[in-house]
């Protein structure tokens, strides 16, 4: 899991809720992402953002939103126009300027709709 | 559209024995290609990636992945499965912005 922090490791929201997951790198990448996990669909793209103050939607953008007011942190908000926001979430970086390409993921936060 | 298929939901294999994990991609121009590992609970690990060069890339754990451009393949391969293998593994293909799309990932089972 590299350089990359997320937290909670669970997390549990009430209907009606916005929640707040955390993801910091140490790692000076310029580009984090954010993915959603659900059993048997693999990872879905939910924001990216390559500089900061900057972001993109991905596939599944809606009922999110994100934030990039620091190189090392990207804070993704699960808002309650989020239907069905049950899920395992995976926050990513990569270093552009190596030109890797390799992406390297956080430990996740598991988010439960109560 | 940039899209890999991961065609087995599930391999079961013997300690000891080969394993190989398929993936087919379909993309426009060169294909920069990845496999991750995601153990119960965890985030994912890279294990190899597939750039440009030799058709058969290295990576950790022992494990190696064969290109094949005609058959718009990259599957994964260890030799000699261990216990310790059991996991979820991801294909991915690299698209704009560097993100990644991902396969449905296929369960390894290796039994003692």
């Known amino acids: 899991d590299g350089g990359i922090t997320q937290s909670p490791k669970y997390l549990f929201r009430k209907e009606g809720q916005n929640v707040t997951l955390s993801c910091e790198q140490n790692?000076?990448?310029?580009?984090m992402y954010w993915y959603r996990q659900d059993p048997g669909q693999g990872l879905r793209l939910i924001y990216y953002?390559?500089?900061?103050?900057?972001?993109q939607k991905g596939d599944i953008a809606e009922g999110y939103s994100v934030s990039r007011e620091k190189k090392e942190s990207f804070p993704l908000t699960v808002t309650s126009a989020q239907k069905n926001p049950t899920a395992f979430y995976l926050c990513?970086?990569?270093?552009?300027?190596?030109?890797?390409?390799?992406?390297?993921f956080g430990p996740g936060t598991r988010l439960t709709v109560l | 559209a940039q899209s890999v298929a991961q065609p087995e939901d599930q391999v079961n294999v013997a300690e000891g024995n080969p394993l190989t994990v398929k993936c087919t991609y379909s993309v426009s121009g060169n294909p920069y290609l990845f496999w991750y590992v995601q153990y119960p609970n965890r985030g994912l690990q890279f294990l190899l990636k597939?750039?440009?060069?030799?058709?058969l890339v290295k990576g950790s754990y022992g494990f190696e992945a064969e290109f094949n451009k005609s058959q718009t393949s990259f599957h994964l391969k260890k030799p000699s499965a261990l216990v310790s293998d059991s996991a979820l593994y991801f294909c991915a293909v690299k698209g704009g912005w560097g993100k990644l799309q991902f396969g449905a990932g296929t369960q390894v089972v290796v039994t003692p």
């Open positions: 990513a970086s990569r270093d552009l300027a190596g030109y890797t390409d390799t992406q390297y």
């Open positions: 790692l000076n990448h310029d580009a």
């Open positions: 597939y750039i440009t060069g030799d058709n």
């Open positions: 953002s390559q500089i900061v103050n900057d972001f």
